[in-house]
């Protein structure tokens, strides 16, 4: 089935939010020895590739698998960690990559995890943030972009694993 797509955010807009919030990460860890990013699969991918890109210093990649969506446009509320991070975080500087915050119980499980490790610091980076929607109160240190409760796809959102691969975001206008 084909979905009606309203574009939302452009690939130039994408571009400059990312330049702002890169900004702010390489102020606040300037002179930090390394920081290991840690994206959140499968979403991040888009986000975090362009995101570290832009980053100063001694940069490491990790990835970590947290689900709460069947095939749907609800968050099911029952979040799984499906792959867990390759290497310890234990006395790391860590920077969640979220592709979006909704409710924020996915990301509210993995941040209760990871603190558990003894990170030196553990902050979080969301492209997007949907706060009308937010059932669990999570810390988002770096927001590229606050959206309005629509379902949203492109730029590594997907609908039932589909658009992930559009360079922009946009609405879909009949899910």
Partial sequence: MKHELK????????????????EKINRDYQGVDSLLVVGLLKGSVLVMSDLVRRLDGNVHLDFMTA????AGTESSGDVKIVM????SINGRHV????DIIDT???????????????????????FLDKPSRR?????????????????????????DEAYRQLPY??????P
Avoid: H, W
């Fill in 67 to 70: 689900s709460s969506y069947g």
């Fill in 135 to 159: 059932v669990v109160d999570v810390p988002v240190k770096y927001v590229g972009v606050e959206i309005p409760d629509e379902f949203v796809v492109g730029y590594g959102l997907d609908y």
């Fill in 84 to 87: 867990d991070l390759a290497r």
């Fill in 104 to 126: 924020g119980r996915t990301l509210s499980k993995v941040c209760a995890l990871l603190k558990t490790r003894n990170p030196a610091s553990l902050e979080v980076a969301s």
């Fill in 7 to 22: 574009v939302m955010i452009t690939e130039a807009e994408i571009n400059q939010a990312l330049d702002k919030m890169a």
């Fill in 169 to 174: 975001i946009a609405t879909v206008l009949n």
């Fill in 95 to 98: 920077l969640i990559v979220e």
